[in-house]
């Protein structure tokens, strides 16, 4: 039987320089993941901290057998910005577009669409893969049978599902972490930096239901989708992305393989998650078509 | 593109009765969508079937108009047919455009409608000159309508940067998250902008009434409270209270509306070629008095009236209700 592949997605939330070597080490040391995004996509001011410590990052990544992908930023404005995704698209690993202004950079060159790029169909999808996308991560709000249908269509594709962590929900022109400190975006202090896997937002009755990471709203609880190989390769998913927060993802890495590797099933696997200290609970609405925040229930 | 001719004003139409309101109060151009999912506002009651949508475009060129035919949401995985005969019947109907954003669905119309001017929806929130310029060459473009992102300095340095027309919202709802890319809706309620043409739907919406006054909930979500006897709003997903850290309130947009109004000349000087007013679920007496005052404000704009003149013009459109100029000034990010 063919091999689900294992992919950790670019780092949402802004840790500083040293909390990301040392996690970058740990993944690449201890894990059998095969494929590791790096990059910021989500808030461009955060560059300057991290992009010192990339380097050394994507050479002990590569060292321990991985494959790096560069990923790009999700929603570029300033110049500064579009010239950073311009210089990532000319670099000879794979790039991750999470956003339409890669695409004439990237052209004709292998990459991976990330969940922030709206392929919705197969037409969508097999206009990306002219244009040289190899695998596809679909947005967040699609489910198995969804992408199953745009995977079966599209069969020389890779198709990689959004498997663990807080959901990616919204972008805006607006920071909610500067908004809720009565900051400016433009001199925002970087109060971002203090909640490593977002700020949670509870409603008025304290129902928890989402988080804010800077111009970024995620949900609060946390995504698992959680199915054996078969039906995964059915629906022809080859790779499962798993998105970084602050808790043991060496073990969530090791849940999901024994999952992919059948020596778990997917209670087993949801049972072990839950014994982790996550942000949030398990939801898994989306990857059932239905609403995200339904949580994850055993089969 | 900078252009300098008359800036065009698009106003919205959800019914043939409000087509016909926007066209006599002096639209330039009305949009509007099919009765189906394949348009950003599929609320029941509203949009055109294709026979509606063919007396509509003649109706408006009778009378000098033009009408943008909006398909703009994402075409379903193994079912893009409904999205190809939209794309189909306005092209045959004889739409002075297509607003679309699904890549799919600009394909289909640069292949096999050519000769239909294509417009991109700010639902596919192009936001800079790279990712207009890629929609421009691929399936020529002519005009994008602007993200709800972008100062208005911003917006005249990219009609600089970019070969096609460019489309600005100035009055109406106000999307806080970027559309085209938020899923709020369908995480909470299980339906979306992109999967189904609607946001915060209300078949999901409940008021419950306690002890402290009314709790308006979507799909159970308590998106805001209200004490007893103040006057409950919608529970529209951004614009509800919620806590964070030590804080409660409005975490990501206050109840408003945008009123860009006064920023009319300024987006004459950026080089915005169309002004587009939101509201294709509102009733013919709205748009008839909406579209009337901007007609007055874009002329008085046009002959070179100052901003304090065309406030007053605009000033009677205020409804009591609270406005912003959004992200169109700075200081709102």
Redesign the interface.
Known sequence: MARVALTLGPLFFHWPAERLRNFYFRIADETALERIHVGEVVCGKRMPFSDPVWPEIIERLERGGKEVVLSTLAAPATVRERKAIAELCADGRVVEINDITALPARSGRPFVTGPFLNVYNEATARFLMRHGAITICPPVELSLNTVGTIAGACPEAEFELFAFGRLPLALSGRCYHARLHGLHKDSCQFTCEQDPDGLAVDTLDDQSFLAINGVQTLSAEVHAALFEPATLLRHGIRRLRLSPHDCNMVEVAHIYRSLLDGTQDADGARFLLSCLDLPGRLVDGYAHGKAGAQPAMPA | MTTSGRMELVCPAGTPSALRAAVQAGADSIYCGFRDETNARNFPGLNFSPQEMAEGIRFAHAHGSKVLVAINT?????D?DPWRRAADTAAACGADAVIA????VL??MATQHPGTRLHLSVQ????????I???A?AFNVRRVVL????SVQ?IATLNRLIKVETEAFVFGGLC???E?????S?????R?P??NGVCSPPEMVSYDEDREGT?ARL???????YAPGEPAGYPTL?K??????D??GY???DPVSLNAGSMIVAFKAAGVTALKIEGRQRGKGYVTEVVRAFRKAVDAAEQGHDATEIDNILAGLSEGGRQTTG?YR????
């Open positions: 994402f075409a379903r995985a193994g893009t954003a699904d890549i799919a394909d289909h596919a929130a192009a936001a800079t000159p790279e990712s310029g890629f929609y060459d993200p709800r992102v972008l911003e806080v998250m970027i085209g890319r938020c899923y709020l369908s995480y909470a309620a299980g979306s992109n999967l709790a799909a159970g979500f308590t998106i805001d409270r951004c509800g209270r919620f806590k964070a850290g804080k409660a975490l990501f947009e992200a700075k200081i709102w990010r």
